[in-house]
Structures are given as C-alpha cells and as structure tokens.
C-alpha cells in the first residue's frame, strides 16, 4: 500500500518529514530522522520524499498514520495530514 503526503510550494530546501502509526490510542513513529522504524525496518520504504510505501500488510497495520513536515522556512512552518488505513 502506498500513502501519500503531498509537499507544495516549499520554500524550505530539506524540510523534516515524520509518519507515524495511530491505533488504539497510542503512537508510533514509521519514519523518524530519515529511517524506518520498528518493524516497518524490514517492509517500508519511502518513495520520493514524501510517499509511505508497507509491503505484505496485515489488519495490524490497520491504523491511521500520520505524516508531519517541518518547514522552518515557509509561511506555514509546521503541517500534517491523517491518513486513515484499514486492511480487510
């Protein structure tokens, strides 16, 4: 599966980009300081910067994941985008 966090108009030239997996209440990071996290290390990969691609997903990926970019440049410094997954 691939989710997308689409960048426009970046004013700042390497903005910090984070996902992280909500479920249940608690959160986890996905992405942090340019690499992969927990198990996601083996089956996730990110595409262009700014997609999150998971392989071989299972209904415990389902979750809502959240990407957040930092752009200490721009009008808008800090943005995110919830993204709601649900594996069948």
Do not use: H
């Amino acid at each position: 599966v691939e989710l997308s966090c689409i960048i426009k108009s970046i004013a700042t030239p390497d903005p910090r980009i984070e996902w992280k997996k909500i479920r249940d209440g608690e959160t986890s990071y996905v992405f942090f300081e340019n690499k992969m996290q927990g198990d996601f290390v083996t089956r996730a990969e990110i595409l262009s910067r700014t997609s999150l691609v998971i392989k071989n997903t299972t209904r415990m990926d389902t979750a809502t994941y959240r990407c957040e970019v930092a752009a200490p440049s721009d009008t808008k410094t800090i943005d995110e985008i919830n993204i709601q997954l649900t594996v069948q």
